[in-house]
């Protein structure tokens, strides 16, 4: 017998070559029914991979993100399959699983394939999904495979099996369809019962722009019809939130080709929300006690040699910039933190000075091939909410809470109230990979583990994803579609202080290194800006928007009048235009609903007469009457039911 050890603990003693399957079948018939894959020790294998060793078995369902990525990885044979049956000569190359569905990329030859095809490739590979064909595993040698692929005269499969070591070689067969592939599959194809092409679009061959063209097919695919359906009427909301849309829409950024790609322009009504963004936080961080530093957008090259980055990014980030005269090399800044070391570096600290928090919204260039730029969120120049703190080893924990309650406010303020937090901590089996003492290690771990503790986070720990400099904690949020977004990183760095040579004397007068804290509420104003129009759908909460209500005059006669609205509104920090136009207060309802103006402001004969307004809401209630002492109460109150004090 060999002894299978579960997740919690629990230990299955089961005849070698005893599958997955078996060890659910041993726990309940229902659990065998869902699980669909699973892990062995530290590699993903099949439901029906026989297990010969005793080991560690975490078997998973739909329900599991691993599960996802083996039904996903399965529906993307299936729909290679589809394609080669419907446009023979395609060459197939690679078909992961990635976040939501799966993507294949093909060589189409002389075929293309766009939109009005999907429905037939669809209805092919469902076809294919019902005869409920079992996904296969068998090894094959070097030799073999590379034959397979050169009778087929698909050199890229070619080229991926020749960077292959011979006996580790697999092929995955289906009904009558065989890939190359290392595993990882759901137990047959009839578990798949809804699949959908999402799209199609220019891929490279290995991401490289001097390789072939290649076509990307998009899919996603799932054990029940009304998942597709619930999948589908969420991307039909999520594309009305696109914060590409709603950007332009509420005039808030744009871009330009003649600036740029990926470099945003920020508009008037933009950049005076990033202000109010900015300031909120300086607001917050100043009570927390940071202090603001500025440094410049470029460095010197050798700057980024000492702090690592140039041996790490050089080659694939924006090149130099060399001076005419004397040949200097300067790097557009890509990260802060090198600057903030430096300025730590003027002045020597006694343990008495720290911690020191520099606080900066630094601009920072990172080089991103075209096809990766995506609106706000993925930018070659983008400002970051950068802080870096300068603490002992024994500060950790009350650093960490402090950044806890910082980014907790940040979120609360914003209407981001379902999130995770995630500690990452070392591999404890890999020690070579990390630097830095082990003792160091164990408290900085110990030190966040604690403070999320203490600030009741829902937190997990995850072992072996932090990183070689330090562990850290990511807040994970989920937005108003469900979408996951890691926001707000704190992370511990032992590598920066060593590099930079950072010292503080210490209560022995000895000189120690401090430890170092990168942390970033926001993350960048960008991204921040572009997940709070997604989330939010462009109504922003009332002390953040950048215009809170809007005064519209029945007609010209009133005008006067409004304008003394406006007066008082703004004597009251009301943040209100006119529109003055000579349209029907009918149509600057309805633009001004589209505008997500929270608050339409009717003045008309009554009004004026009365000294009021006429308080109407975006999204339609009519809340009467008011003057505008009691709209001033009402904004205000709403106002601070968001935004707590900090
Ligand atoms: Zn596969
Ligand atoms: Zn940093």
Aim: with cysteine; aromatic share 10%; charged share 25%.
């Amino acid at each position: 017998m060999i002894n299978i050890t579960l997740p919690d603990g629990a230990v299955k003693q089961v005849e070698p070559g005893s599958t997955p399957l078996d060890v659910a079948k041993s726990i309940s018939e229902g659990l065998a029914r869902n699980v669909i894959s699973a892990k062995f020790n530290d590699s993903i294998v099949e439901s029906s991979t026989p297990l010969e060793t005793d080991g560690a078995l975490t078997l998973y369902t739909w329900n599991n993100d691993e599960g996802k990525k083996a039904f996903w990885h399965s529906s993307s044979h299936v729909i290679a399959q589809a394609l080669e049956e419907l446009y023979p000569g395609i060459k197939l190359t690679i078909g992961p699983a990635i976040e939501n569905g799966f993507y294949y990329d093909v060589d189409f030859g002389e075929h293309t394939i766009s939109e009005k095809d999907f429905p037939t490739i669809e209805k092919k590979a469902l076809e294919i999904a019902r005869g409920k064909h079992d996904f296969k595993m068998r090894e094959v040698s070097k030799v073999d495979a590379l034959a397979y692929y050169k009778k087929q005269n698909n050199t890229y499969k070619v080229e991926l099996i020749d960077n292959l070591t011979d006996g580790e070689i697999t092929f995955c067969d289906h009904s009558s369809f065989t890939d190359l592939c290392r595993g990882g599959h759901i137990p047959n194809t009839g578990i798949i019962k809804a699949i959908k092409i999402l799209s199609v679009a220019g891929a490279y061959w290995r991401g490289d722009e001097n390789n072939k063209q290649l076509t990307r097919v998009y899919g996603i695919s799932f054990p029940k019809q009304k998942e597709l359906t619930a999948y589908l009427e969420l991307l039909e909301e999520a594309k009305k939130r696109d914060h590409r849309k709603l950007g332009k829409e509420l005039e808030l950024f744009t871009f330009s080709q003649k600036v740029g790609q990926g470099l945003p322009l920020w508009l008037p009504k933009g950049a005076a929300l990033r202000e109010r963004l900015e300031d909120f936080l300086k607001k917050a961080q100043k009570k927390a006690g940071y202090e603001m530093v500025v440094t410049p957008h470029i460095g010197q090259k050798e700057l980024y040699v000492t702090s690592g980055h140039y041996a790490k990014y050089g080659e694939d980030s924006f090149q130099p910039i060399h001076t005419p005269k004397q040949d200097e090399e300067f790097l557009l800044k890509p990260m802060n933190c090198p600057h903030h070391c430096e300025i730590y570096n003027t002045s020597p600290f006694s343990y008495k000075d720290l911690p020191k928090r520099y606080a900066e919204f630094g601009t920072v260039y990172r080089y991103e091939q075209s096809g990766e730029l995506h609106g706000l969120t993925r930018v070659r120049g983008f400002t970051q909410d950068d802080a870096h703190i300068f603490c002992t080893p024994d500060q950790l924990n009350s650093e960490f809470k402090n950044v806890i309650d910082l980014s907790l406010y940040v979120l609360g303020s914003l209407g981001f109230d379902n999130f995770t937090a995630q500690v990452s901590v070392r591999d404890l089996e890999k020690p070579e990979k990390y630097i830095g003492s082990v003792e160091n290690w164990e408290k900085a771990e110990q030190a966040i583990i604690d403070a999320a503790e203490e600030k009741g986070l829902n937190y997990v720990v995850e072992s072996g994803e932090a990183a070689f400099y330090g562990p850290k904690l990511d807040f994970m949020v989920k937005d108003a579609l469900g979408r996951n977004w890691q926001l707000g990183t704190i992370q511990v760095d032992y590598n920066l202080p060593e590099r930079f040579d950072l010292t503080y004397k210490g209560s022995d007068n000895e000189l120690h290194r401090p430890v170092m804290i990168h942390r970033a509420p926001f993350g960048s104003l960008e991204r921040f800006v572009a997940l709070l129009l997604e989330h939010t759908g462009g109504n922003f909460p009332l002390w953040l928007i950048p215009q809170q209500a809007i005064v519209l005059p029945v007609s010209e006669k009133h005008e006067k009048y409004a304008e003394k609205v406006l007066n008082s509104l703004e004597n009251h920090e009301i943040r209100a235009l006119i529109d003055s136009r000579n349209e029907t207060v009918g149509k600057k309802i309805r633009e001004a609903e589209l505008k997500k103006i929270p608050f339409m402001l009717i003045v008309g004969e009554n009004e004026e007469a009365a000294e009021t307004i006429s308080v109407r809401k975006h999204g339609g209630d009519d809340l009467g009457s008011l003057n505008v002492d009691q709209f001033s109460d009402l904004v205000s109150k709403e106002i601070n039911s968001t935004l707590k004090s900090f």
